[in-house]
């Protein structure tokens, strides 16, 4: 089974571009590198994964759909995601809105009608479990009592089948400050629930828009990189925020004889494939 983990899209209405509030790398860049059409860069990540040989079996988007959350926003993601090949599945970040979400992928038949957009898929060799840290108004993430609890009963339901857990906000401190003030709370209880269940193969986040990785609660979980603006590695306390157009990025996360290989890289354009020896003669 291949999984393809995109993230951070941050779409938005259409006829508008992304605007960050803050200036790409340094205080005196071109004003125009602070808007970007995100909505080509995720049609561009889109044919990329429909052009892979092997195609991937499912694409997972670890959240921050949308910049606003607005109706128009998903609307205009909804349109998008018809180009992709295989199924997607969403999950919320700290820039959705819960309702707005739901109602626009209703049709879709995965988001329970009511409460947290958390849900599980089955029909796979891997299972999805994936999980709603979205706390409205706000930046950061949450897992209350109610939602460790139903994921606590859901990977105790499939105690043998090998899992990816799936959620926006990572589980653990980056070194990049700024992010991991907006980041996970009660990390501890989280990584208790995780600790029980060894089927877990790998958590999948966003948030970050850099891919970073770390050994979590007996099971590995990283970010993968966004589908358009990076944020600036600077691990500096007190360091601000900034985004960067390093090449934007997804991972792979390949299935195989009972283990899970994740890969990443980049979408673009660039020369080769060249041989890497010469033919005889």
Not at 38 to 46: D, E, M, P, W
Request: aromatic share 8%; hydrophobic share 40%.
């Amino acid at each position: 089974m291949l999984v393809a983990q995109i993230t951070d899209p941050h779409i938005i209405a259409r006829g508008k571009l992304f605007h960050s509030p803050h200036r790409a790398i340094a205080p005196d860049a071109p004003p125009d590198y602070s808007r970007i059409d995100t909505g080509v860069f995720l049609r561009r990540a889109l044919a990329t994964l429909n052009g892979l040989n092997p195609r991937p079996d499912v694409i997972v988007l670890t959240g921050d759909l949308t910049d606003h959350g607005s109706a128009e926003e998903y609307d205009h993601l909804r349109e998008i995601l018809t180009t992709a090949d295989v199924p997607v599945y969403l999950i919320p970040g700290n820039h959705d809105n819960r309702e707005e979400l739901r109602a626009a992928f209703a049709d879709d038949g995965y988001f329970p009608k009511d409460g947290f957009l958390q849900y599980t898929v089955e029909h796979y060799p891997l299972r999805i479990v994936a999980l709603d840290t979205n706390v409205p108004g706000y930046h950061h993430g949450e897992l209350c009592a109610e939602r460790l609890a139903w994921l606590g009963a859901t990977l105790a339901a499939a105690p043998t089948r090998p899992t990816l857990v799936i959620m926006h906000h990572p589980p653990f401190a980056t070194g990049i400050q700024h992010m991991d003030e907006a980041g996970l709370r009660d990390i501890p209880s989280f990584a208790a629930v995780i600790a029980r269940h060894n089927q877990v193969e790998r958590v999948l986040c966003g948030h970050l828009h850099r891919t970073i990785d770390r050994r979590f609660a007996g099971t590995v979980a990283g970010t993968a990189p966004a589908t358009a603006h990076q944020l600036l590695l600077d691990l500096t306390p007190g360091s601000r925020p900034y985004f960067t157009f390093e090449p934007p990025g997804y991972q792979l996360h390949l299935w195989h004889d009972g283990a899970l290989v994740t890969h990443t890289t980049t979408f673009g354009d660039w020369p080769g494939p060249f041989p890497y020896h010469a033919p005889p003669g």
